[in-house]
């Protein structure tokens, strides 16, 4: 669009049925985008033309075509005529209904009005109204184009801008979602996982009774033996109670501890005195059973310690302490434990969470500056060919020495003095943009004003293969 | 339309004159400002520009926006001023 020279601009106009007025600095850009609009609104009736309305829409999309090619060999009046109109389909809201009875009722308003003179057809009410009760495929094109142009660019340069932001937004947002759903997941997963824990914490610590395993196992070993069988009856027996009486402390010092006990582990003495009083049996009895828990190799829930806290033990003399491997403890105690422990577990995946939700946002933040610098760079590579285009038609017309121009040059005429030092990482961006993606502009080397640099020449292409069209 | 302010009628009913910029209805004290810093600082400067643009209103309202930034509502009553201070005097 930078190319058009103000009498090709108004050319432009004219072709497409508008009469502009003269055009100046302060004019320049309203007739830029006056005929971005217009060029915008040609193509979408040509659209419309071609893909088969239904028929009411087709008998409205005919006669305006028609009427409009009308127009065009117009004068004054008839300019002025289609100024108002395209100021009322602006005016107009989208959600007017359109019928098939509109098309010929607009019609004869409009060239009712076009005899109109100038100062009267301006300011007349009733058509506005006539006309916005009239529906009509051409006025829903031009609000659909002046929405498009209404974003303040004209479409071409919307698309330009549209299409590589597309692509990194919806990467970007494919992997967001994505990223965020698997949190979510992850977050449900985990209170289940922890519900989980403390249901199986909770339940799995009963206390079983290693004795009735055992006595199956004993039985066929000592079955002739009734003598035996009866010192086997024995020690169980005190093995049961001294089981009994070291889970119950265990417990008591896990919760709470009411009788400030200085570990889980009791003395031999204590433990001792405790089973002999319940059971009233031997010291004798109390080391066989002990004996017997060292020699066997199951799992019965009682840990003998010896004075090194380290070393296992291996003969009854160096017993120290007992400990029970299976604290028998309230359901308040095992419930707060569980709890503890469950949390105590997650607290680690939380952290993780939270990590990568931390990851998320600043992986979004990085991406939204990424977009920025992408769409400041392709702002900057439309800037630049703009100017090497221009600078290669002053050439031909004369006004310009050498049909390239330098680089430098052209950043120094692009990005004011104060930005080059923020604007350096763009515009290097966009040089190899250009280097690499553009083949209308050629880097050359060549001595300007009698200094060696590098210069874009703008190689003449035809007229179709100019993107802006 | 009539709901035109008080500024509106004030604006058509006689000639402009020397009359600042900020007495055309839709232009307050901010547009006003932005107006007089790129050069339009008489309400005839900017009368000149809508008649330069044909008295296109649309074209117009574009402009305005472009240049001082005004809204929909601000650029309408600008140009519908305009317009019947151009029919009753031009």
């Known amino acids: ?469 | 339309m009539s709901s035109t302010s008080q500024k509106h009628r004030d604006f058509v009913a006689e000639p402009m004159g020397e009359k600042p910029v900020g007495t055309l209805a839709g232009i307050g004290d901010v547009l006003g400002r932005k107006l007089e810093e790129k050069g339009f600082d008489k309400a005839y400067v900017v009368l000149g520009q809508f008649l330069v643009l044909r008295k296109d209103e649309e074209l117009f309202r574009e402009w305005l926006k472009e240049t001082c930034g005004a809204n929909a509502k601000q650029s309408r009553d600008c140009s519908g001023c305009l317009r019947e201070w151009c029919d009753a005097f031009l």
Request: net charge positive; charged share 25%.
């Open chain 1, 1 to 469: 669009m930078a190319e058009l020279t103000d009498a090709e601009l108004r050319k432009e106009l004219l072709a497409l049925g508008y009469r502009p007025g003269p055009i100046t600095a302060t004019t320049r850009k309203v007739y830029i985008k006056k005929l971005g609009c217009l060029r915008a609104e040609v193509a979408a009736a040509r659209r419309s033309g071609r893909t088969a309305p239904p028929s009411p829409g087709r008998s409205s999309a005919g006669p305006p075509q028609s009427s409009r090619a009308a127009w065009d060999p117009a004068g004054d009046r008839k300019g002025l005529s289609s100024n108002t109109w395209w100021r009322r389909e602006s005016e107009v809201t989208p959600s007017t209904q359109w019928g098939s009875s509109a098309a010929p009722m607009r019609l004869s308003s409009l060239f009712r009005r076009g005899k109109d003179d100038l100062a009267s057809s301006v300011g007349k009410e009733a058509e506005r109204d006539a006309g916005s009760r009239a529906g009509g495929l051409i006025r829903r094109f031009p609000w659909r184009a002046a929405s498009d142009g209404g974003h303040g660019v004209t479409p071409r340069t919307a698309l330009l801008r549209s299409a590589p932001r597309q692509q990194p937004e919806g990467k970007g947002k494919g992997l967001e979602y994505y990223l965020s759903q698997f949190l979510c997941l992850a977050s449900l997963v985990l209170l289940l996982i922890f519900l989980g824990i403390l249901v199986v914490k909770m339940v799995g610590c009963t206390p079983t009774v290693p004795v009735p395993p055992l006595m199956c196992v004993l039985v066929p070993v000592c079955a002739l033996q009734f003598c035996q069988a009866k010192q086997k009856d024995v020690t169980m027996a005190v093995l049961q109670e001294l089981y009994n009486y070291l889970s119950v402390q265990a417990g008591n010092f896990e919760c709470g501890n009411p009788e400030n006990l200085k570990s889980k582990c009791i003395w031999v003495s204590e433990a001792q005195d405790h089973v002999l009083n319940v059971t009233g049996t031997s010291t004798r009895k109390f080391k066989a059973a002990l004996d017997w828990i060292l020699n066997s190799n199951k799992d019965l829930g009682i840990r003998l310690k010896g004075r090194d806290m380290s070393e296992p033990v291996s003969s009854v003399e160096e017993v120290f302490c007992l400990e029970s491997v299976h604290p028998q403890m309230g359901l308040g105690c095992r419930f707060r434990r569980a709890v503890v422990t469950a949390i105590m577990n997650l607290f680690l995946f939380f952290w993780s969470l939270i990590t990568l939700w931390g990851i998320l946002l600043y992986l979004r933040y990085r991406w939204r500056k990424m977009e920025e610098e992408e769409q400041a760079m392709y702002e900057m590579v439309k800037k630049i060919i703009a100017v090497v285009q221009d600078h290669y038609k002053e050439w031909e017309r004369n006004l310009e020495r050498y049909p390239y121009v330098g680089i430098f040059h052209v950043r120094d005429s692009l990005i004011p003095p104060q930005s080059r030092k923020k604007m350096k990482r763009v515009w290097e961006r966009a040089v190899d943009f250009l280097a690499s993606n553009e083949s209308r502009i050629q880097t050359e080397s060549h001595r300007v004003a009698g200094e060696d640099m590098l210069v874009w020449r703008w190689t003449q292409p035809s007229y179709l293969s100019d993107s802006e069209h």
